[in-house]
């Protein structure tokens, strides 16, 4: 399966947005919600002080740009009015009164910035891996894209095919549903496509607007808990069949996993005022599962070698703490303490969907991997399914 990755490019959300802003507008906005009295140690917990957004907060809590009316309209009002026996002044004063309730952000009102932001960022991650890689943007074979938050079609493959701008030939390949788990499948699908032209080079760019969650007006506990954990961020790379100069990771083997019965834990849900990321407090339990499943793949994968073979580092996007803490306490006994420094590191400002786990690379690599260290990449995401690769750094 030998295919080789360049180092990622990793472009954080220029907006901070400190938990303690997050805090204060929740609490103003819900200051009777059942978990409000908690509200500071959930914060806590998540262990987040702060994460980066392409868009400012007050563009997340902004009002839409129609009143109490949207989407009847003050016409079909005043005719009810009217029928029901109001005179014109009293029409009018009703009316006034309608159009001066604010009304939630549209999905467009919503989406629409976003989606210009995503294909921005996409667009300077996937500049900047291919200037990591020493390539060109007519040196690309294949464009892998994925992002989640914010669906359009025509989508990131053909807004950054004319942004870069690539070969008319190029093969586009794009996905909007696989999240978290979109780093490491995209790399394995690189791989495969490599396996089959060495000769080919493959990019791969994930970008997303995870603040496109963040809803002020839901006050479940789930809710508050997602506006705590996400950050935007657009991330690329490059993977060839050969290994080149730039080339930092060689992949040796994929596996994948799915848990049947599990699609309804974790999902986003498209509603009147966006999109919403609804978490069922199961989930961790069962990413746990895939957790165990993957040290079972490597058990067999290195079952005549039990007593010596480790990696030495292991770049995991579990998506929260509880399944981190549950990864060190089920792992092989020997192996060495601090595999999940750079996940927990990453994590700190954010759970990044997709594109965590190249970000986890990057800190990786920053930090000074020696060659010959062995790496495992591992996912899960929303269905539930994951994803692993291991490989030598190189």
Same mark, same amino acid.
């Given at each position: 399966m030998a295919a080789y990755l360049c180092p990622p490019a990793v472009i954080h959300g220029e907006h901070?947005?400190?938990?303690?802003?997050?805090?204060?507008? %929740?609490?103003?906005?819900?200051p009777h919600a059942a978990w409000a009295p908690r509200i500071d140690g959930i914060a806590a917990s998540t262990g987040i002080e702060s994460r980066g957004w392409m868009?400012?907060?007050?563009?997340? %809590?902004?009002?839409?740009?129609?009143?109490?009316?949207?989407?009847?309209?003050?016409?079909? !009002?005043?005719?009810?009015?009217?029928?029901?026996?109001?005179?014109?002044?009293?029409?009018?004063? %009703?009316?006034?009164?309608?159009?001066?309730?604010?009304?939630?952000?549209?999905?467009?009102?919503?989406?629409?910035?976003?989606?210009?932001?995503?294909?921005?960022?996409?667009?300077?991650?996937?500049?900047? !891996?291919?200037?990591?890689?020493?390539?060109?943007?007519?040196d690309v074979d294949c464009l892998i894209t994925s992002n989640s938050t914010t669906p359009a079609l025509p989508g990131l493959d053909v807004a950054l095919a004319n942004r870069l701008p690539l070969r008319s030939d190029v093969l586009l390949l794009p996905a909007t549903q696989w999240a978290c788990i979109a780093g490491t499948r995209w790399l394995a699908l690189a791989a495969d496509l490599v396996a089959a032209d060495p000769d080919r080079v493959v990019l791969v760019v994930i970008a997303e607007a995870l603040s496109t969650t963040y809803q002020p007006a839901d006050d479940t506990l789930e809710s508050l808990i997602v506006r705590l954990l996400f950050a935007d961020t657009a991330v690329a790379a490059v993977v060839t069949g050969r290994?080149?100069?730039?080339?930092?990771?060689?992949? &040796? !083997?994929?596996?994948?996993?799915?848990?049947?019965?599990?699609?309804?834990?974790?999902?986003?849900?498209?509603?009147?005022?966006?999109?919403?990321? %609804?978490?069922?407090?199961?989930?961790?339990?069962?990413?746990?599962?895939t957790v165990t499943a993957m040290w079972e793949w490597l058990r067999a994968r290195y079952e005549d070698d039990p007593g010596s073979w480790h990696p030495d580092v292991l770049l995991a996007h579990p998506g929260g703490t509880r399944v981190l803490e549950y990864m060190e306490q089920t792992m092989p006994g020997g192996w060495?303490?601090?595999?999940?420094?750079?996940?927990? &590191?990453?994590?700190?400002?954010?759970?990044?969907?997709?594109?965590?786990?190249?970000?986890?690379?990057?800190?990786?690599?920053?930090?000074?991997q020696e060659p010959g260290s062995r790496a495992v990449l591992y996912a899960a995401a929303p269905g539930l399914t994951a994803t692993a690769l291991e490989g030598e750094w190189l």
């Open positions: 901070t947005v400190k938990t303690s802003q997050i805090v204060e507008e %929740v609490r103003a906005r819900h868009l400012p907060l007050e563009t997340a %809590v902004a009002p839409g740009h129609g009143g109490g009316l949207w989407p009847a309209g003050a016409g079909a !009002a005043r005719e009810a009015l009217a029928r029901d026996g109001f005179d014109e002044q009293d029409v009018e004063r %009703v009316i006034a009164a309608l159009e001066s309730i604010p009304a939630p952000q549209t999905v467009q009102e919503r989406t629409a910035p976003a989606w210009a932001a995503v294909q921005s960022y996409g667009e300077r991650a996937a500049r900047g !891996a291919l200037q990591i890689a020493g390539l060109d943007a007519a290994q080149r100069p730039e080339s930092v990771l060689r992949l &040796d !083997a994929a596996w994948h996993h799915t848990l049947p019965g599990t699609q309804d834990l974790h999902r986003l849900e498209t509603r009147a005022d966006g999109t919403h990321f %609804v978490m069922d407090r199961r989930g961790p339990r069962a990413v746990q599962q060495p303490s601090g595999l999940l420094d750079h996940s927990r &590191d990453s994590y700190t400002s954010g759970n990044r969907g997709g594109a965590a786990v190249f970000d986890i690379m990057r800190r990786a690599h920053d930090a000074g």
